[in-house]
């Protein structure tokens, strides 16, 4: 069973705005991980996080990992056509070599 | 310099056929992996090699055989192709493997396409 969920599947937005991403995991994680993926490109490394509370920001991107570590949260400020493309997280999870990506968020900002 | 690269970039091909798909790695990374993304974007690990040893070997059929002759590089064939088989396919790296946290570093992707 899938064990990373992201919601929205899917988020249209006017440049400028605001968004957030959401992953959440059925256990609680080792390491999250997040990634872009452009359209008919590979995925592009955003940020990982490890600890519980910790959140971490590039550019207009901050991402966050909850105390219990099983929920993490990207947000994008003041968004650009430039951010759009499919956002996927990745898990890593204590005593296992497994390593799964969420069901992916399509975001399109229109200019 | 390309840090993950794969070739081909498309691949196209009849049901039946046996191809191949490589990847190379230049940065020094102990672990390659093979990913599969589907037609819903939906991205499933395949295998991954640490130091040339197998340490991950999804539920993948065995017409899948992955192949790593250095750390460096991770080679992916499939025979007797089907067309449930066309995918884009995602060759990986990262610094170490097994558990732990550590980011990946994706190559461009092969699309294959069985007819």
């Known amino acids: 069973s899938q064990e990373l969920e992201q919601s929205p599947q899917s988020l249209i937005v006017q440049e400028g705005k605001n968004l957030t991403i959401n992953c959440t995991s059925s256990?609680?994680?080792?390491?999250l991980y997040w990634y872009k993926q452009k359209y008919g490109e590979g995925l592009i490394f955003l940020m990982m996080?490890?600890?519980?509370?910790e959140e971490k920001s590039h550019e207009k991107i901050t991402a966050k990992l909850d105390e219990k570590k099983q929920q993490s949260s990207l947000h994008i400020t003041a968004s650009q056509p430039s951010h759009a493309g499919i956002y996927l997280c990745?898990?890593?999870?204590?005593?296992?070599?497994?390593?799964?990506f969420g069901t992916g968020t399509r975001l399109k900002v229109l200019a | 310099d390309t840090a993950v690269s794969q070739t081909p970039k498309y691949l196209v091909t009849q049901m039946g056929n046996d191809k191949s798909i490589k990847c190379e790695q230049n940065?020094?990374?102990?672990?390659m992996y093979w990913y599969k993304q589907d037609s819903k974007k939906f991205l499933k690990i395949m295998f991954s090699?640490?130091?040339?040893?197998?340490?991950i070997n999804e539920t993948v059929p065995n017409r899948f055989s992955p192949k790593s002759p250095d750390k460096a590089h991770l080679n992916l064939h499939i025979n007797s192709l089907e067309l449930g088989d066309s995918a884009v396919y995602f060759c990986?790296?990262?610094?170490?493997?097994?558990?732990?946290?550590?980011?990946?570093?994706f190559g461009p992707g092969t699309r294959l396409t069985v007819t």
């Open positions: 990986a790296s990262s610094l170490r493997g097994g558990a732990g946290a550590y980011e990946q570093y």
């Open positions: 256990k609680t994680l080792y390491g």
């Open positions: 996080l490890q600890k519980g509370g």
């Open positions: 990745g898990g890593s999870f204590w005593g296992t070599y497994k390593y799964i």
């Open positions: 940065l020094g990374h102990d672990t």
């Open positions: 090699y640490n130091n040339k040893e197998l340490i």
